[in-house]
């Protein structure tokens, strides 16, 4: 591991990622998209007017256009098209997480880039959904289905119309998150294609459990979770204050569907953000998210937590339930067929963490200037 | 059961608290005195310094005064001397209740009233604490030392010293909570001190698991929640806002004793409120609570929770730990001995509700006007 | 004036209300209703379907009923048949003032007590709104329409319905707020109606401007403030925190009704409530408060402010906008004609703090400790 | 004026800010530096123990470093030296805007393109502050001392410390905002510095009256308002949520120190997001800001705002100072000495909007599709 200094917070920071790929996909040679920022995610659902209810009902997100066969959906702060499209299809499964880029040939500069990658790629000028132009979609070499794309309607941004917010106004979307097998192959893979790390999990013998990636400057418009892959693991989208998600909660219970919150809310050490997860009725996860940092400078430490630290994931220390770690969405080729998925063979985050072998450390132990009344207690003993 | 109403949220309203008590303690003849409000608890701890750290330096309260054997403590709103008192002693425990009265003269009303009940009484005009005049205290016939008060030095109410709030502000103590083996007895016996019912947990057999009662028109001045008792189930302070309950937990974060962290935050279906459940440093349950609501009307709706239901507890279905049910504090006699813990016969909440045989609904089964996918779904299959 | 003393926050507290009434209403032999709270106003107004608009559509009251004349609105927490009745009449006024009291039997004694002051009663056992049982209107000695009723229809409490929650949720009626001549007559008239002075506005001279008197216990179920009158200051309700109010006044900024922000958002020093006053289309003012404190205790401290203390009325030293003084609606009388205005006699609150011979104090002048840069430095001089 | 489109919220967007100059700086042929974003100011203050109280005790700011002439200052979430330096001196001004750039090259290319513009430039590789490495600092082409540097000390992020929070934490830098006659010759010079607006002020008649612009993708790193210049108008610091900004209000009320506030707290309508104006002891006017909207899309829409529509400044249509728009700080050249202070000659957005000749609207007048009582009422006139 590279030099690194422990925070009086308890986790490490470093100049750069101490991450290595032991089997990395290569470098191309050709420079990659100049990425903004996560745009938008197409999630497949098997039955449209029930998703629809969810998001437009339950989490109150605008409906830009629709039809039978989809609905494109934006948040209170987005000026383009869309951030998520639900499309009726016979499998529940990720369609194509979407990256906008700075110019009309970044879209030339991606197809180079997977080309000589070897990926299948598609390019069409009247694009892949309703209100984007000439795209890009890829099979990127973890699995995931990539879109690229500039040309977009622009709508209204929303921001001032304070007469549509609901007590739990979604804003923006904020970043997605990937399950793949091999986290440090993926993170070498997105930093070629330009993101940067922001934050990552590890344990003492160098494994790395998950790492979050930035493009526009907050923690991460992407982050890899180790697992089964490739699948999706969510779709994260901000609101502006804690209470709004709290008010989700809230109105969930009130519609008796508390049983679509699936962890949380609460305060994550990793991203120091507050968060929800929600599981829509075909089982994607959505992610409610706010008040993350900036990490826009050039030399942004990079925080990394140890996998054992009880509050790396919770940073009150409140277990994760085992489904988070177990369960996401297949995701699709460019043909609409769901990606097989592979087996982690690096040690399992829930593994090391809960469970009959598992420890997890409030603080660390042996750790003498502590008083005695601060030492060896473990949250998870109070409660399983 | 008495006639109730079903509301649109799914608990039931009825005008007056089908609670019976099979084995009621006698009625007394004389009046009860007339009680204004829960006013401070007195708990013993095993290390002062150690205790003053979580409740001066964590959670932020005022120190009224101290000395080698006790710190007399309050919240920012409050003007009576103190609304806790921690006193060093050999064994954890609650030494008191204490509840303020409306004049002098109610507390002859208090001792005639234990008396004719057969309980032991003690007077002290020079009170048992610091800062509190005249005081009557009792151990009642539940096996809890209650205590009333009218005489008080007022100390200055410090709601407007903005400079002194920290992020999780402590404002007023709201509540008691009270473990007890046999509910309906106790509610019975608190109705004939002149508390009300605002709300209850019963079953379809019309068990009674747990009951709130006021004095002051908020849910509660005090508890009973069924277990093996006496014992002191938790002592609840309130904040302005929900986000001074997440403080708390984001500095028990920082301070990495999110482990004192044992249930929550969450809203509470009973009660409507924001809540956190901490244990101090003794295991002492501290509940931090904000927004119920009023109840001061005579006809005041009375709130009854089917134990099945899975929002009862918490409004967004997270499961109850086991330990809260389970645990709670040891409360002493007048002399300071621990009181025999006598054991619950009627139904466990913690059995009949979670692992191998319990269960609970987060929408009720058979429902047929809900669509198939608000159906059958258990938010605890999808954690456990 | 009596003994008080200083609060480190700059304002006095004493025992009992200070305030002498030189020209007093007689006290009844007769025991007054017991009261138990402010229960709804009812406003007559002039465009019933634009104050519909306003009241449901902006405010996001709930509508228990309404036809072709009223609309009965309530807010979340309610369980009574409304705590706003809207009424269609050629002027627009104040129509009733209405308290729920304890009993029925207080119907007789609200009786009694007015007819031993000479005023006018009228009793009617279908009660004068919908929703309403038995009740007795009088005009009072002040000159206002105050009501009286125990029956009351009784609907669902909203407070779980989250799915009805608008960003700015309106949850309990608060209290009314009169303006009155000789603010001591009516305190010492609403003491003789049980009344409790908690706050009061005061000079060096003892002139009284205002008062602050409750019955449940928060700061006030009614205030009075001296001026013209009688005509109605405001009637509040609350919101559960300070961002709700701020939702507020973004919806109005979003419909372009900006406008119909009169005053604040602000923290107020008396009460130490957050506040918003709105003018509704007829000019009725309403305000919406949140989180003052507990006033139950026998000896709650009362509060004096000093008239000429800058952060009375706004704790930030926001000044007060002139229309807040001057302006209020006309009150009937029980055969729906308004009353007549009686000027204000004692000195003018607006005259003594605000423009060419008022002044204010941020700080005391004269204090040596300050420091030189914390002196004579005044925020309206700041700003106009 | 270029194509433009009305939002459904009344005010304008267009693809490109339609500002022109007719008194331009030339465009140096030289790149400009590649700035991150606003990093830090320096002000000079005349009593430094007094400005370390408001800052730190007050305000709560850290402090990393400090001598007898000098405290370097931060917020919780900033890792590089200081994001504030207050330095002693004789006159109270500002010292430097200070920017951090991508690349230690780029001070290279800072130093090209000012020299090119003429202007005097100086460069110290051992910084003009502690915890800053090579520097440049100019005096640009409107007069204001700017700095440019990559090289700095990187202390500990603060932003997980919890237990350091008050209730009023703030988090990061956010903006600037310069005073300077001529808007558009400002801004096409920003433009040529890198920086892209994201909204302005505008009349019919084409003058411009203020405008923001930023390099982080926010709504400013720093704005230009019409006055009498060079000055410094503000220093603008971040907090997560609404709640902190009020919290900072009542802090300074408690300490008796409300006339610190200048303006607000209130939703802006530029920018969207919650502000506060404050004034530190010796006029520095420092604002506490949050939740803007994401800017960083290359198409991102320009909003324009009319001068006239009264929501501008704020949302809520409150009436802004006078002092705000005429007072500001002065700012040094390089030896330290007060730049002279140039009159603005177009139109004062003061006196357009605000007294005997200015007007504002809250909805535009002779919109047909208002019902009548949403036509014509002006706030201004229910408050003066």
Not at 105 to 126: I, M, P, S
Request: charged share 25%; aromatic share 10%.
């Amino acid at each position: 591991m590279t030099e690194r200094t422990r925070t009086s917070s308890g986790f490490f920071v470093t100049r750069e990622a101490p991450i290595h790929a032991d089997d990395p996909v290569a470098t191309p040679t050709a420079p990659p998209p100049d990425i903004v920022r996560a745009a938008y995610a197409e999630l497949v659902v098997t039955d449209l007017a029930r998703s629809r209810e969810f998001y437009v009902d339950v989490l109150g997100m605008s409906v830009t256009e629709e039809d039978e066969n989809a609905v494109y959906l934006r948040t209170l702060e987005e000026f383009i098209h869309h951030n998520l499209v639900i499309r009726r299809g016979p499998v529940a499964a990720l369609a194509a997480l979407s990256y906008r880029v700075r110019t009309p040939e970044d879209l030339d500069r991606a197809v180079a880039f997977y080309t000589e990658l070897g990926c299948r790629t598609e390019r069409r000028a009247e694009g892949f959904t309703k209100g984007i132009g000439d795209s890009v979609r890829v099979v990127d070499p973890l699995g995931f289905p990539y879109e690229f794309f500039y040309e977009t309607e622009h709508v209204e941004r929303l921001a001032w119309r304070y007469d549509l917010y609901t007590p739990g106004a979604l804003v923006r979307l904020d970043h997605f998150n990937q399950v793949t097998p091999d986290v440090p192959r993926a993170v070498k893979h997105y930093q070629d294609l330009g993101f940067r790390v922001t934050e990552d999990i590890q344990d003492e013998a160098g494994t790395t459990y998950a790492a979050w990636m930035r493009r526009k400057p907050t923690v991460h418009d992407t982050a890899t979770t180790g697992g089964d892959g490739p699948r999706l693991h969510h779709v994260a989208f901000a609101t502006h204050e804690k209470h709004n998600i709290l008010a989700i909660c809230d109105k969930l219970g009130a519609l008796r569907l508390s049983d679509r919150i699936e962890r949380g809310p609460g305060r994550h050490g990793v991203s120091n953000a507050f968060y929800l997860y929600l599981r829509d009725p075909d089982g994607h996860r959505i992610e409610i998210y706010t008040q993350d940092y900036y990490t826009g400078d050039p030399d942004n430490p990079v925080v990394t937590w140890d996998v054992h630290d009880n509050q790396r994931r919770d940073w009150w220390g409140t277990p994760v339930v085992p489904s988070w770690y177990t369960e996401a969405s297949l995701v699709l080729d460019l043909d609409g067929n769901p990606q097989p998925v592979v087996s982690r063979t690096d040690s399992s985050e829930l593994e090391v963490t809960i469970g009959a072998d598992g420890f997890s450390y409030t603080r660390e132990l042996g750790d003498e200037d502590l008083p005695d009344w601060k030492k060896g207690e473990y949250k998870l003993g109070h409660q399983l």
